[in-house]
């Protein structure tokens, strides 16, 4: 690489400022421009819907970088500078004033964006969104005075700010258009495990809705219509109904998306000189033998070592496993491994399920899949390990408490 190349990164959250961090750690001593269109040096997104939004942290703490970092590691971070196209053939960014930034190598870090419900008063006012600081701010300031929020979709960002609405005292109201939350992630069994949860701190959560309209008094939102005619009020509607990839840019520029950017294990793009990281990312997974995007902190966090190494021309793969945690109430939770849905044939459970202590086990064929363990702590790498054996496991063994997971391998 020329000592005067220059490296564009595009997306200024976790994954873009990790990987300016990863080129400085990995011996690139060339330009480094972070170009993101928020207003604000990087940030990380998980405090926005659990201590940051509870009031158990400060601002200060959500962000990736002391201030002083970018300048002293010589990243030229341009935070509200939006990119509006891609030119791959002079391989140069346009930005929303404009003006142009070349390139030798171009990362893309672009994220994703809260879908949105196609439903009339969607756009009202009161209605929530959580993506951006701003967003947890707006919903931090409306539960402090609210006293009823319907919450539309009971995927983990919607129950996270459920406990965190609940915690501050106002009352809830989740709705969910499947049988339980979380029930394509995590299947019935589990599911079951946080809606007693909810409901056991006074949610008052429904499943098998269907939500025809967001009601609305002077512009206003006032609450949520269902399909049988049933009029929910509420001081404010949060919507937490999943999120897309942010792949116009990339697909503007010819390369291939498909439910994300498509990139290879290396993590490069269709066009070897671009690379693509965290939410936005459709990787090629070694260990999975599938394409997998994956839309949690662990790989926004990690990923960008091996986009870096890949720009610099080095080999490179990545092939950790999916990671994800949650905090609600009195519950924590950490995840390990990937499961497509119906992928399994079976569950199986160590510990006290009732207590909220244990450990989920997804297996097919007796082989673990992913594991989830919830007030059960530094069980991690011992999950990691029985993915990667790719062994056959007992299933009795499995379940006991008193096997060490670290001894069923026979490794």
Known sequence: MAPAATFVIVGAGLAGAKAAEALRDQGFDGRIVLLGDEPHRPYE?????????????????VFVHPAAWYGEHHVDLRAGQAVTAIDRGVRQVTLADGSHVGYDKLLLATGASPRRLPLPGADADGVHHLRRIEDSEQ????LATASRVAVIGGGW??????AAARQAGAGVVLLEAAELPLLGVLGPKVAQVFADLHRDQGVDLRCGTEITAITTDHGKASGVRLADG??????????????????????????????????DATLATSDPGICAVG????????????????????????????????MLGRQAAYDRL?????????????Y??????????????????AARRFTAFWCNDNHVLAGMNVNTWHVTEQIRALIHSRQAIDPRRLADPDQPLDELTGR
């Not at 936005?280 to 190494?309: F, K, M, S, Y």
């Not at 999916?322 to 950490?334: K, N, S, W």
């Not at 497509?340 to 510990?351: A, E, H, K, L, P």
């Open 322 to 334: 999916p990671y994800f945690f949650t905090d609600q109430y009195d519950l924590g939770m950490e």
């Open 139 to 142: 919903i931090k300031d409306t």
């Open 45 to 61: 997104r998980p405090p926005l819907s659990k201590d940051y939004l509870t009031g158990k942290s400060e601002r200060e703490q």
């Open 279 to 310: 939410d936005v990312a459709n990787a090629a997974h070694p260990v999975l033998g599938t394409h997998i995007r994956v839309e949690h902190w662990a790989n926004a966090l990690n990923q960008p070592a091996t986009a870096a190494a890949t």
């Open 230 to 263: 049933t009029t929910i009020s509420a001081d404010a509607v949060i919507v937490g109904v999943g999120i897309k990839p942010n792949t116009q840019l990339a697909a503007n520029a010819g390369l291939k998306v498909d439910n994300g950017i498509v990139v």
């Open 336 to 353: 390990t491994g990937h499961v497509r849905q119906g992928g399994y044939d079976q569950v199986i459970f160590r510990g006290d399920v």
């Open 157 to 162: 960002i919607g129950l996270e700010v459920a």
